[in-house]
């Protein structure tokens, strides 16, 4: 969905219903002051002139609840619970994977992060495991990494309202041994030989680009991802636990992609 201030529907809720022509014409006069840069972006991208996003805007203005909403997402209502998610999903792997973590195990203990981003689920799993490698398709996601590592302190900033930002720093956990730790540029379809053996190997949100799913078949059936992942793993791996974890990443002070993840647990046959 294209980026919106939050104003723009704030002022039109405020006017709706009292507006004058005078009103009229200072909120037009205000809405070109403010929205042109975005309106040039907008001409530029053409996007407000495709299907996808038509039907899009066709369901969020005349949708009822019962076909706007497919599940049920009052579980999901408390918002906190969204934040952190890269440490949601390591303590997931904890808690739904204890024999990895039984005392007798002969070698050390590893794990492989494929599309690891900037590196926090890693991060999270040094504190279980003796060894952990991160691969990323990024460079500069990896770099990020390294640095964090490295330095043990990072300053980023993130969009509040158009060019004004949040100024943030983040700190390296004290219970993690950075030692254990190892990121690396790599690509998930052609991984290295030589990486080794891993206990448990995480893939959070990389398969969600509607390869192995997301479509009708020759026989007019859908396939969802679930399917094509059931049938690419199914011959070497159980499926043990499926479950959903929501997701927020923020884009603005005001705006928010909610996602619902679907988390698939798999254990070596
Ligand atoms: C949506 S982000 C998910 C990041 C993190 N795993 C999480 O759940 O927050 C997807 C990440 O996968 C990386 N990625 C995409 N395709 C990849 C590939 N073929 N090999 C390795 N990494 C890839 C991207 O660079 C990006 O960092």
């Known amino acids: 969905m294209p980026s919106h201030s939050g104003y723009s529907i704030a002022l ?5 219903g009292a507006l004058s022509i005078a009103g009229y014409i200072l909120l037009k006069r205000f809405l070109c002051k403010n929205m042109c840069k975005k309106s040039k972006k907008a001409e530029q991208s053409k996007i407000y002139e495709e299907k996808a996003l038509l039907d899009q805007y ?14 049920d997402l009052n579980e999901y209502s408390n918002v906190y619970n969204c934040v952190s998610f890269p440490r949601n999903v390591a303590l997931l792997c904890r808690d739904h994977c204890p024999e990895i973590f039984f005392a007798d195990q002969p070698h050390p203990r590893r794990a492989l992060d494929v599309g ?5 689920s890693c991060f ?17 996601f990896i770099n990020h990494c ?24 983040c700190r390296l956990d004290h219970d993690v041994d950075g030692s254990k730790i190892k990121f690396e540029v790599g690509d998930a379809c052609n991984l290295r030989d030589d990486l080794g053996e891993f206990d448990l190997v995480l893939a959070s949100n990389l398969i969600c680009q509607n390869w192995i799913g997301g479509y009708v078949d020759e026989n ?11 049938n690419a793993m199914c011959d070497t791996f159980d499926l043990v636990h499926e479950m959903n974890l929501p997701m927020m990443i923020r884009e603005t002070r005001r705006k928010f992609q909610f996602t619902v993840c679907l988390i698939t647990i798999w254990q070596r046959k």
Do not use: P, W
């Open 12 to 16: 039109v809720s405020l006017t709706s």
């Open 58 to 71: 066709m369901l969020f203005n005349y949708a009822d609840a019962k076909d706007f909403i497919l599940f």
């Open 116 to 120: 690891c981003a900037v590196g926090r």
């Open 124 to 140: 999270e799993l040094s504190k279980l495991f003796d060894e952990v490698i991160g691969i990323d398709y990024s460079a500069n």
């Open 146 to 169: 390294n640095k964090f590592l490295n330095e043990k302190f990072i300053e980023y900033e993130c969009t509040l309202e158009g060019d004004i930002n949040q100024k943030l720093t």
């Open 220 to 230: 007019g059936q859908e396939v969802h991802g679930l399917d094509g992942l059931k």
